[in-house]
């Protein structure tokens, strides 16, 4: 583990309870923090953890509950519903998205702690998407730029895989896990066809890990991980973020973010808390609430100053929200290959992650193992039109059937959107209204990306196949840019109207890639924070309080 965080060794040691929640530090109502972050997940946590390290005195507020593994996760499909948001939102276009379930999460910890733990980089080409290929856009940052902070975080969590041969060829701090008979006729299948497969990246520990132990194969990845070898922040990252002085305040629903109407700069929050509205002050502002709560807040945030919403003056606030391609391909085969015994992602490749002309569409897909419990095969069974004796016969057949899925680049489209409906949640908000379309460039990607999963099953011998059409992920709708004209954050991703609001989750992505994006999202908020700590110093410095053998000096100033 790097210097910069303990969080793993902070973890009880024969428990799987968070150790130090009750030396949380907790602010006074009216006690202006350096800064508030809305959102305990991916990016509000990672970028806490920081900025924490480096004096701030930060609170988060976290519409969900504050989880604890050893009572809330479950070895159980249908006793882990809510860890989902699940609240209602409205669909539409021509390829509505269902929400809720891997598309979202709730609570502390954010959708990491039931995702499946597959965490790879994206491309330098991914920096570059309209330079390279005439489609999207070019970010404002480069690869270069974030390169670190993926290295930093690849070993935090830690990420456990084979040496990868794509993008910027690297290794990983952990060696890749074995993997199941599901798997293996999967990696057999494709090099006959000449697809390259490589073992992980997992963000599962290969080994003890601090007090984090050894992968027990369990399964239920999904569901929130029961033994912590999956990562996700509520584990790596927030103990050491409550350790340096972070208060989370759980199931406190961020309602407004309020601005001076003269300078128009952000002031705080009010938010919804047992029954009654509060406001917490801060000098910074930093919203992580992803792809749809994010852009919701921000345009339920209107003023004087900002009638269209906060930072929304040229009307880029929920546009370019993407999702990717997720088709997968069942297979049966007459032995018993038990999928459910191994981490959800175990063997993949990138090597149609590129733009190859002859393919006929810009930019590429991934392709994975996947591993759905007997629920969710059901359910993905049942969609493509089985039912009843049909339907058991699958069921029945469960032990024989594996999975391939892929991860295709859909591209950004200004007209898939987040905007406000009328109907209003229990807290008095508009609801979120999400529009999704695909264009002809997505509709070829991801045929062929169906097409390949098959032919891999054919040169494994498979005696039977399944196509089931799904999306996952959820990433733009606030995106950072070159201008104030088609963004709307910076490449500091600070609002460009807005100079003391920061955005620092998954919405910022102006193109997303053929990547999952928890690990994206966690460097981009590891290089948010380095800005910040280079820019300004906060004038109080939080007093500490550390765990037993936690040496005095880790995290003093200037440490971090």
């Keep these: 583990m790097p210097p910069e965080n303990d969080s793993a060794w902070l973890l009880h040691p024969h428990r799987r309870g968070l150790q130090n929640l009750e030396r949380m530090r907790r602010y006074a109502p009216n006690e202006e923090v350096d800064m508030l972050i809305v959102g305990a997940g991916a990016g509000g946590i990672t970028l806490a953890q920081r900025l924490a390290r480096a004096g701030w005195r930060i609170v988060i507020l976290e519409k969900g509950p504050f989880w604890d593994p050893d009572r809330d996760w479950v070895s159980d499909e249908a006793g882990s519903h809510p860890i989902y948001w699940t609240e209602k939102r409205i ?12 598309n979202s999460g709730v609570g502390v910890g954010g959708s ?40 930093r975080v690849e070993r935090e969590l830690p990420v456990s895989g084979q040496d990868w ?109 047992g029954g009654r509205e509060q406001f917490q002050p801060a000098a910074t502002v930093a919203v992580c609430g992803y792809a749809i709560e994010t852009p919701r807040l921000l345009l339920n945030s209107t003023s004087r100053r900002f009638p269209r ?29 038990r999928m459910y015994k191994a981490p959800p992602p175990e063997v993949s490749s990138e090597q149609f992650y590129e733009t190859d ?41 469960y032990n024989h059937w594996t999975v391939l899925g892929v991860l295709c680049e859909l591209l950004p489209q200004p007209d898939n959107r987040v905007t406000l409906a009328e109907e209003k949640d229990r807290y008095g908000l508009p609801i979120a209204s999400f529009s999704h379309s695909l264009c002809e460039n997505d509709r070829r990607n991801i045929a062929f990306a169906t097409a390949k999963m098959r032919e891999i099953w054919e040169h494994a011998g498979a005696q039977d196949t399944l196509a089931i059409d799904r999306y996952a992920h959820l990433v733009g709708g606030a995106r950072m840019g070159f201008t104030p004209e088609d963004s709307v954050v910076n490449a500091s991703h600070a609002a460009w109207e807005v100079p003391n609001l920061f955005i620092s989750d998954g919405s910022v992505l102006p193109t997303q890639g053929a990547a999952n994006p928890a690990l994206v999202i966690m460097a981009l908020a590891d290089r948010l924070a380095t800005l910040l700590r280079e820019k300004r110093t906060p004038t109080d410095r939080v007093a500490r309080r550390r765990a037993p053998g936690v040496p005095e000096n880790v995290g003093a100033p200037g440490s971090g």
């Design 165 to 273: 041969p794509w993008g910027d060829p690297h290794t990983y701090p952990h060696s890749p896990h074995p993997i199941s008979a599901a798997a293996g006729v999967a990696w057999r299948g494709a090099r006959e066809c000449g697809v390259e497969m490589r073992v992980g990246p997992v963000a599962i520990t290969n080994g003890v890990f601090g007090n984090r132990p050894h992968c027990i194969y369990r399964g239920f990845c999904l569901q929130g991980c029961k033994v912590n070898a999956k990562a996700s922040p509520l584990i790596t990252h927030l103990p050491d973020a409550i350790e340096h002085g972070v208060e989370v305040r759980a199931e406190a629903m961020a309602l407004r973010v309020e601005v001076d109407e003269t300078s128009g700069r952000c002031t705080g929050v009010t938010y919804a808390q």
């Design 91 to 102: 669909i539409g276009g021509t390829d509505p998205i269902e929400m809720g379930k891997n």
């Design 112 to 151: 990491m702690t039931h995702f499946a733990g597959y965490a790879p980089r994206l491309h330098p080409s991914d920096f570059e998407v309209h330079t390279r290929d005439g489609v999207a856009v070019d970010w404002p940052i480069s690869y270069e730029e974030v390169k670190q902070s993926f290295e």
């Design 357 to 397: 002309e002859s393919r006929g569409f810009a930019r590429g897909f991934s392709i994975q193992t996947v591993s759905p419990l007997p629920i969710g095969w059901a359910e993905q069974v049942q969609a493509e039109g089985h039912w009843g004796r049909d339907l058991r016969e699958y069921m029945r057949d």
């Design 309 to 337: 919403g906060l930072a929304n003056g040229e009307d880029q606030v929920g546009r370019h929200v993407m999702v990717q391609g997720a088709t997968q391909v069942a297979a049966r085969f007459p032995i018993d290959l």
